[in-house]
C-alpha cells in the first residue's frame, strides 16, 4: 500500500513538472511571435522611383529580458481520486485473476473429464478382451471336451465292434468245436450200439431207423421211442435192444457240448455206417 502511494506521488509530481515546461513553452512562443517584424508590402509604380535617401542607420534597442515564467500552483491531487483508481485498477486485476482461475479450473476440469473418459474407455475395452479371451478359452474347452467325448465314443465303438468281432470269432470258433464235438461223441454212440445190435436174417440193404432216447447227465439211459421206423419191425426192435445195452452211452465232459445230448437224444441209426 505504502509502495503505491509512493509511485502514484511521483507520478503526480513529474506530471506536474511536465505541466510547467509546457507553460513556460507556451510563454516564449507567444512572446516571440509578438516581437516578429511586419511582412514588407509590394507596390507597382508608374513612375521612376526616386533614388531613396540614405537612411540613417536605425539604433538597435535591445529587447527586453522574457518574463519568468509563472509558475502555476503544483496541483495536489485529492487522495480520494487514487484510492479509487488504485482500488479500480485492483477489482480490474482481481476480476482478471478469477476469471483466468476460472479459465485453468475450466481447462483442468476438461482435462481431468478426458483422462477420466480415456481411463474408463481403457478399461472398458481391457474388460471386453478379457471377456473375450474367457469366451474363447471357454469354446477352447468345450471344444477340446467334445472331441474328447467324441474320441472316446469312438475307441468305445471300436473296442465294442472289436469285442463283438471277438466273441462272434469264439463263437464261431466254439460252435465249430461244439459240433466237432458232439459229431465225434455221435459216431461213439452209434459204433457202440452197432457193436451191440444183433441183425436178423431178413434185413436187406442198409435201412434206417430213428429213436429218441431220454439219457441221464452220466449217459444212462432212460428210455427209448420209436420216432421213425425202418420199415422192418425185427431190425426196429434189434436197434432199440442194442441202445437199450449200450447204456451208458458215451457222452463229452463240455457242458456245451453234453447239452446236445442231455436230456434227449434223435438217434439216426442204418446198420452199415
Known sequence: MMLARHRNEATAGVLALLVHVVFVALLVFGVSWQTQHPAPVMVDLWQPIPEPAQPEPPVLQPEPPPAPPRLAPAE????????????KRREQAEHRKRAEAARLAEEKALADAARAEEAALRKLRETQLAEQKKREAQKQLEDQELQRHALEEALAAE???LKQ???????????GEINAMVGQYKDLISGKIRGNTRLPDEVKGNPQVKFVVRLMPTGEVLDVRLLQSSGNSAYDTAVERAIRKSSPLPLPEDRDARAQFVPELTLVHRPHE
Open 159 to 161: 473296442t465294442r465292434q
Open 165 to 175: 468281432t471277438a466273441a462272434r470269432v469264439a463263437a464261431s470258433r466254439r460252435t
Open 76 to 87: 495536489v491531487p485529492t487522495p480520494a481520486a487514487p484510492d479509487i483508481a488504485l482500488e
